[in-house]
């Protein structure tokens, strides 16, 4: 393998929330480890790989230059995108008039509900919830409507079409939310149901607000599907978001992207994305964009994608033959494990609050499913190294399950 996906990086005191955050925020951060034990990080949605070469090249050559005053973001930038998108995704006729800045996905969120919704207004969501989304339409003054998805005969995570257009009728809602591939759950889309979705949207005139943040990282035998791509309407009415923050582990230099094709929906949410002042790119994150959405960008994905699906492998099965109770759906995308740990709580007679402690006492950081409408859930980033891996599971059957 050409990249560096087992190296055991030291994050300590090095800017990373996913270390040096345990124990400062109670009821968010799990708690420290006991006394014996190190810290494996399995609950931030972050990497624990060394970035692409390419991009602190990028990075460091740009900061060579003594002068970082306001800049236009350049013809190199959108060029990167439109190529990215084209080669990842299959997209066709992207233009750099349809692309849009944003600080974040969630910002980019806001921005385009704030376009065609007013506060107070019900938003369509599935459920289980990324965070992230809860807590920033509830800051804004949104209600949010949530449409489970269930598990199906193969324990594939599904939409329920019926009910989501029985929250859409009986709600009279126009926007959603999507989030493609799903987190937390994993699911990578096909092609039948996003067309099913959005002719759901279609008839009930609802604008939807697509999260594409993880399209890059699908596991091996899966392909993410846009939704813009799966119809002339779809391609209207959807604000679709991205960003190569999670693709690439550069959460910390902020830059995200939206693609608007309609000019109407594209000027209003502009219009919504420039009332802070604030929604402004960073120099630096625009240099490490054009780095990461190179030919060495591709591979290092592609050799990314592999590692990610051996992890999986390794953490499900391992979880499915060890820990007898505890329900895992193998992901189609994302490197999240969403366990379901009811039946496993209910024989043991403890609470998923104290099973969630037992694995932070013995160094392994996953992460309180609650906050994701997962009532006794638990959520693992598996995006570290193998033996890191397989060290948290090792752990978890000698000491917890």
């Not at 092609?191 to 008839?203: N, S």
């Not at 109407?264 to 960073?282: F, G, I, Q, T």
Request: net charge negative; aromatic share 10%.
């Amino acid at each position: 393998m050409t990249y560096d996906f087992t190296s055991i990086l030291d994050r300590r005191g090095r800017d990373a929330l996913a270390v040096d955050g345990l124990g400062d925020m109670p009821g968010f951060a799990p708690s420290r480890p006991k006394e014996g034990f190190d810290l494996i990080p399995m609950w931030v949605a972050d990497m624990n790989f060394p970035a692409l070469p390419a991009i602190p090249r990028a990075i460091i050559a740009r900061a060579q230059h003594p002068a970082y005053g306001y800049f236009q973001p350049t013809g190199e930038y959108y060029e990167a995108i439109i190529r990215w998108q084209e080669d990842r995704n299959g997209v066709t006729g992207l233009t750099r008039e349809c692309i849009g800045y944003e600080n974040g996905v969630l910002g980019g969120v806001l921005s385009a509900l704030g376009a065609v919704c007013s506060r107070g207004d019900q938003i369509l969501l599935h459920s289980p919830t990324y965070i992230g989304f809860t807590g920033s339409l509830e800051n804004c003054g949104y209600r949010i409507v949530h449409s489970p998805l269930f598990q199906d005969e193969s324990h594939i995570w599904r939409m329920d079409f019926e009910d989501m257009e029985k929250k859409l009728a009986d709600n009279q809602i126009h926007a959603a939310v999507f989030c493609s591939p799903h987190n937390p759950c994993g699911r990578v889309w096909e092609r039948w149901e996003l067309e099913k979705a959005m002719e759901l949207f279609r008839k009930y005139d609802v604008y939807v607000v697509s999260d594409e943040i993880w399209s890059d990282l699908t596991l091996d035998g899966h392909t993410h599907i846009p939704l813009q791509s799966v119809s002339e309407d779809a391609r209207r009415r959807t604000a679709a978001l991205y960003a190569p923050s999670k693709t690439f582990n550069l959460a910390g230099l902020i830059g995200s992207y939206r693609i608007i094709y309609d000019p109407w929906l594209r000027e209003r949410v502009e219009r919504e994305a420039s009332l802070s002042h604030y929604n402004s790119m960073n120099v630096l994150s625009m240099h490490a964009l054009v780095g990461a959405y190179g030919p060495e960008g591709r591979e290092w994905v592609d050799q990314l994608r592999h590692v990610l699906t051996e992890n999986v492998e390794c953490a499900a099965g391992y979880i499915a033959e060890h820990f007898p109770g505890v329900a895992v759906t193998r992901p189609q995308g994302t490197y999240m494990l969403f366990l379901d740990c009811t039946d496993w709580c209910r024989e043991h007679g403890r609470t998923i609050g104290q099973l969630l402690q037992a694995g932070w006492d013995v160094g392994v950081a996953w992460q309180d499913g609650r906050p994701f409408r997962g009532p006794c859930h638990i959520r693992m980033n598996l995006a570290l190294p193998l033996s890191r891996v397989r060290e948290a599971m090792e752990r978890l059957g000698r000491y917890v399950f």
